[in-house]
């Protein structure tokens, strides 16, 4: 499954996140994987200064670490970034899916 959202920042550069859902060996929860992608004016979508690759799993070690610096890189707020989880979560977890 894959959930995107686009946020609109108050300097004109747009922030996607996009989290890629994936169960887990064994198990029959969805674990997110996430990537932040930023645009300028008139560009494609680019990784964030600074980072080797645009996505991390948050059962990784150091992943508050990571998700600070793509979160400082790209300029989203935590709570977007835990807005975008949250829905996430919600439809990962509708019967719709079930």
């Known amino acids: 499954m894959v959930y995107e959202k686009i946020f609109m920042m108050t300097t004109g550069k747009q922030v996607k996140i996009v989290v890629r859902g994936y169960y887990s060996a064994g198990e029959t929860t969805v674990e997110p994987f996430v990537e ?3 645009k300028q004016r008139k560009e494609l979508f680019f990784s964030p200064i600074g980072l080797e690759l645009p ?3 948050f059962e990784s070690v150091g992943l508050n670490n990571m998700k600070d610096r793509a ?3 790209s300029g989203i707020t935590d709570q977007q970034f835990e807005q975008v989880m949250t829905e996430f ?4 977890t509708s019967s719709v899916l079930l």
């Open 36 to 38: 932040i992608w930023v």
């Open 55 to 57: 996505r991390y799993g």
């Open 89 to 92: 979560k919600h439809i990962t």
């Open 71 to 73: 979160m400082h890189a």
